[in-house]
C-alpha cells in the first residue's frame, strides 16, 4: 500500500470519529439545552411572533448549499432595503451576545450539514468570491464554532478569519479542537467580538475587478441603461450592491431590489446609468456628498488606447473604440459601437449614443448628448449641453445649447445649458 493511500484511510477514519462525537455531542446537547431552547422560543413569539426559526442558504463541505438554522433576532423589514441595525431588537442582542441564536445549528449538525468544530458557514454569494486558495475553506464541514471564533469572532476582517480557519485546517487535531471547546465556554461565559466594531460586523471583501476597486457598487436608475451598466459589471465579475432609482423604489429589477439613492450604504461605489445630463449630476452630488465614489465601467469588449484617460464614474459598452491621446472626464457615456478619434476631449457628462464617431481633436463641451450614429467632423467643437440628433453630420462648431439636427447639421433651437 503507498504513503498516499495510507494518508487517505487514516484521514476517512478520522472524518468517521469526528462525525461520531458531533452526532453524539450534538444530540447530549439538544436534550440538556432543550428547556433553554424552548424559553428562547417562547421569547421570540411574545416579543417578535412567527417565525420563531431564521433559514438562511449557506455553503458548506465541498460547496454544497444547507439551510442554516438560528432563532430569529430582527423584525421584519419595514421597507426594502431597511438596515439591520435599524431591524435588531433588545431581546435579539442579547442572544446574540449569548450566541443563544445559535442553538438550532445543533440539528444542523445532525443532519451531517454542519460539525461542532470547523470554519463558520458563509453565503453563497461570498464563496463565489474566494480565491482558490480560500476555497480550501470548503474541504471540511462548517462549525458551530471553530479557531477563528475563539481568537476574535467578528472583531476580525474577513481576510483575518479566513486565514486563521485555513490555518486550522492545515493543523487540525484532536487537541487543537480540545483548546478550542475550552475557549468556546470561556467566550460564552465572557461574551466578546460577537458585534464588530461601531455595532456594524464586518461584510466580506468584494473581489478585486480589473481597476483595482473592492467595493459593492450601486448602479443608479433601474431604466435600460441601468440594466446594461449591469450587465457590464456582471462582465466584469463587480459585486453589485442593486440599483438606487427614486422612481421605482420597492421594484424588483434584475433579481435586485430597487432603493432610494438615500438609503445606499455609506462607503459604496456607484455608477450613473442614467443618460440625461441634468439627473445624473444631481444624484452624483447627493451620493459624493453621502460619501460613495464613483467607479468607472468599461466592458471588456470594448478597445481603449492605453494614452486615454477617463475620469471616474464612466460607462463604456461594448465595442466601442477610443483611439490615443484622449481625454474623457467624469461620468461620461459612449454607447456600444461609438467611435472616439485621437486627441478628443469630451467634458464631464457627456453622452455618446450608439454608432456615434467623434473625429480627432473633436471637444465635446459638459453634458453634451450625441445622438445614434451621429459623426462630428474633425477638429471641431461642440459648446456644452448642445444636443446633436441622430444621424447628424455637424460640420461646423456647435454652439452651447444649440440642437442640430440633419446632414449638414442645421441649428434647430437653443436650450439653456444642462
Known amino acids: ?11 476517512a477514519a478520522d472524518e468517521r470519529i469526528r462525525r461520531a462525537l458531533d452526532v453524539a455531542l450534538a444530540t447530549v446537547a439538544l436534550i440538556v439545552l432543550a428547556p433553554v431552547a424552548a424559553i428562547v422560543a417562547m421569547l421570540i413569539l411574545l416579543r417578535l411572533g412567527s417565525p420563531v426559526l431564521f433559514h438562511q442558504a449557506r455553503t458548506g463541505l465541498r460547496g454544497t448549499e444547507f439551510s442554516i438554522l438560528k432563532f430569529r433576532t430582527m423584525r421584519p423589514p419595514e421597507r426594502p432595503g431597511q ?3 435599524e431591524r435588531e431588537t433588545r431581546l435579539g442582542r442579547l442572544l446574540r451576545r449569548m450566541s443563544l ?13 454542519m460539525s461542532i468544530i470547523g470554519p463558520r458557514p458563509t453565503l453563497p454569494e461570498q464563496v463565489r468570491h474566494y480565491s482558490p486558495r480560500q476555497r480550501r475553506r470548503l474541504d471540511v464541514r462548517p462549525g458551530l464554532t471553530g479557531w477563528a471564533q475563539v481568537r476574535g469572532r467578528n472583531s476580525l476582517s474577513w481576510p483575518e478569519r479566513i486565514e486563521l480557519d485555513l490555518w486550522y485546517i492545515e493543523h487540525r487535531n484532536v487537541w487543537l479542537d480540545a483548546r478550542i471547546v475550552a475557549r468556546t465556554v470561556a467566550n460564552l461565559l465572557r461574551p466578546r467580538g460577537v458585534i464588530g466594531a461601531g455595532g456594524i460586523n464586518p461584510g466580506f471583501p468584494a473581489p478585486e475587478d480589473p481597476q483595482g476597486n473592492t467595493h459593492m457598487l450601486y448602479i443608479v436608475g433601474a431604466g435600460g441603461a441601468g440594466r446594461e451598466a449591469l450587465d457590464i459589471s456582471l462582465a466584469l465579475g463587480i459585486s453589485v450592491a442593486g440599483f438606487l432609482d427614486d422612481g421605482r423604489s420597492g421594484e424588483v429589477v434584475r433579481g435586485h431590489v430597487v432603493r432610494r439613492p438615500e438609503d445606499a450604504n455609506n462607503g459604496a461605489d456607484y455608477v450613473v446609468g442614467i443618460a440625461a445630463a441634468s439627473p445624473r449630476r444631481r444624484l452624483a452630488a447627493l451620493l459624493d456628498a453621502r460619501g460613495l465614489r464613483p467607479r468607472t465601467v468599461v466592458h471588456p469588449c470594448a478597445v481603449i488606447a492605453p494614452e486615454t484617460t477617463v475620469g471616474p464614474g464612466c460607462i463604456i459598452q461594448a465595442n466601442a473604440m477610443v483611439s490615443s491621446n484622449v481625454t474623457i472626464a467624469s461620468h461620461c457615456q ?7 478619434g485621437h486627441d478628443a476631449v469630451l467634458d464631464e457628462y457627456v453622452t455618446v449614443y450608439p454608432g456615434a ?13 450625441l445622438g445614434s450614429n451621429a ?11 448642445a444636443v446633436v440628433g441622430a444621424g447628424a453630420v455637424v460640420t461646423r462648431d456647435v454652439p452651447s445649447g444649440a440642437t442640430v439636427v440633419g446632414s ?11
Open 101 to 113: 441564536d445559535e442553538l438550532p445549528q445543533l440539528v444542523n449538525i445532525l443532519r451531517g450539514e
Open 83 to 85: 438596515p439591520d441595525g
Open 357 to 369: 464617431n467623434v473625429a480627432g481633436g473633436v471637444r465635446l463641451g459638459a453634458g453634451v448628448m
Open 408 to 418: 449638414p447639421a442645421r441649428q434647430r433651437s437653443t436650450v439653456g445649458v444642462a
Open 334 to 340: 459612449v454607447h456600444y459601437n461609438a467611435t472616439i
Open 1 to 11: 500500500m503507498t504513503m498516499a493511500a495510507e494518508r487517505g484511510q487514516a484521514g
Open 375 to 385: 459623426v462630428i467632423l474633425p477638429g471641431l467643437t461642440v459648446g456644452s449641453g
